[in-house]
């Protein structure tokens, strides 16, 4: 496998990246206009070696999954002849879709534009062929999808983080949505891994997915309430009209007998009730 190799004086030379948010599991470093370098905080035991199976498979199916709109792992970067991280393309001028979500400059259609684009992306995962059932983003939340900010109306969305996916015989990483909620413990089509993480599959891709709109559409963190309050303003998005198919899709996601489902076709409905949706207002109904 090809590989870039840095002695430590260039590493240090080298411009890092900071973001608004925290990253758990690396630093971000500029090699070139072109390529990112993540230098891994964990570079030897048995969670270094899982990243390290993890990146050989996505570089060996590069040519497999490059037409996915992921941002993909390009080649080990080992530093003094020691393997500490990867390298991979860099969209300079990029805007994370937590920042869009949030600009309140921006038009709710575009938000719904892509939000809608991220449903493709977990789609189109789970449907590559040699991997079908197989392979899923995993950690799938609004900082790990970013857009080309240069033009960011013609362009289209990207997966980042791309190295926590579940992908052939790798172990689950940390998902921020599913290790912060407590309640899918509880059901079933939420399995534990032997690494005692919730394992991926298509429930919980579209698990994170649709708490990534209920957040958006709330203004709250919805992933935080207990199942009971989840129900109650479930409830209530459909007592004030939300879209009932979109609504469904919500109230699968406890749901012991119900697989979940993809709610990007529901989302041009969005705008019709999104300021009664707010959950400060669902509480002054308490």
Sequence with gaps: ?????????????????????????????????????????????????????????????????????????????????????????????????????????IALEEKVKYLKKVGNILENVQNVSKFKDNFFLGDVQPTNFVIDSKNFKLNDLYAVDVDSCRIGDNLPFPSHILTTNFNIREHKKYKLSKNGLIEPNANTEWFCYNIMILNFISKFNINSLSESKFNDYIQYLEDIGLNKDLVNCFSKLYSKDENNINPRDMLDSIGENIDKADYGEFRKKL
């Design 1 to 105: 496998m090809k590989a870039i190799t840095l002695t430590k004086e260039k590493f240090s030379s080298l411009h890092q990246l900071y973001f608004p948010y925290l990253n758990t599991e690396g630093r971000l470093f500029v090699l070139n206009d072109n390529l990112l370098f993540k230098r891994l905080y964990r570079d030897e035991g048995e969670v270094f070696g899982n990243k390290l199976l993890t990146l050989n498979t996505l570089i060996d199916n590069r040519e497999i999954l490059n037409d996915n709109n992921l941002i993909l792992p390009e080649k080990i970067v080992l530093v003094d002849k020691k393997v500490v991280g990867f390298s991979m393309p860099y969209i300079k001028d990029n805007i994370s879709l937590m920042v869009l979500l949030d600009d309140k400059g």
